[in-house]
């Protein structure tokens, strides 16, 4: 059964560099057809899509956050990271990593697989 | 950019069917998925391509979208069903979330 576990730091200080990894279990994040995604949730708030990659190097980003995210895929590691820059109390929130199924012909996408979240905030 | 709409709160009595609905335009070209959410975890897949269940959600959850409105039904609602529901698309090579709606069971 594959299971996703979010790691890193629970604080980050103003303007800096936010950094988490998805560790992969149960399963190969270099094969199928799997696109693995990050999300967060502020504290009594709805779900926000960050962005995604795929193993053949699609990556693709929310346009609200794209001038700051970097999301890669380590294959041999069998996890995911996400990068998020010049953070500010905004950025604080619950982040999810999570497993998604899409197909670009249909253009379906769906989550089936989250990770249990990891809370981040962010202050001085 | 794209928009989904959802009620925030919807209120339903145990054994009634309860409808969350999710809007946004031509939303019917496009397959939803919802999730379902309750306090303190992550979300679960309850329905994605309109109207498929995942393995283990049960046949009360029903989906469809036509038009405008993607919609979310529970029929004989349990008090085990009371969670937040956020719907999902994907447009322009991104993945949109609705704002979610509180589902209470009294």
């Known amino acids: 059964q594959l299971q996703l576990q979010e790691s890193g730091p629970g604080l980050v200080k103003p303007s800096q560099t936010l950094s988490l990894t998805c560790s992969v279990s149960?399963?190969?994040?270099?094969?199928?057809?799997?696109?693995w995604t990050w999300i967060r949730q502020p504290a009594g708030k709805g779900l926000e899509w960050i962005g995604l990659?795929?193993?053949?190097?699609?990556?693709k980003y929310n346009p609200s956050l794209k001038s700051r995210v970097t999301v890669s895929l380590d294959a041999p590691r069998n996890e995911f990271s996400l990068r998020l820059s010049s953070v500010s109390a905004a950025d604080t929130a619950i982040y999810f990593c999570?497993?998604?199924?899409?197909?670009?012909?249909?253009?379906?996408?769906?989550?089936?697989?989250w990770g249990k979240g990891t809370t981040v905030t962010v202050s001085s | 950019s794209y928009e989904l709409t959802q009620t925030p709160s919807v209120s339903v009595s145990p054994g009634q069917t309860a409808r969350i609905t999710c809007s946004g335009d031509?939303?019917?070209?496009?397959?939803t998925s919802w999730y379902q959410q309750k306090p303190g975890q992550s979300p679960v897949l309850v329905m994605y391509?309109?109207?498929k269940r995942p393995s283990g959600i049960p046949e009360r959850f029903s989906g469809s979208n036509s038009g405008n409105t993607a919609t979310l039904a529970i029929t004989g609602t349990q008090p085990t069903d009371e969670a937040d529901y956020y719907c999902?698309?994907?447009?322009?090579?991104?993945?949109?979330f609705g704002g979610g709606t509180k589902l209470t069971v009294l």
């Open positions: 999570a497993r998604a199924e899409y197909s670009s012909a249909y253009h379906y996408y769906h989550i089936d697989v």
């Open positions: 149960g399963g190969s994040i270099g094969t199928g057809n799997d696109y």
């Open positions: 990659v795929y193993t053949s190097g699609i990556i």
């Open positions: 031509k939303l019917g070209d496009k397959y």
């Open positions: 391509q309109d109207k």
């Open positions: 999902q698309a994907w447009d322009s090579d991104a993945v949109i």
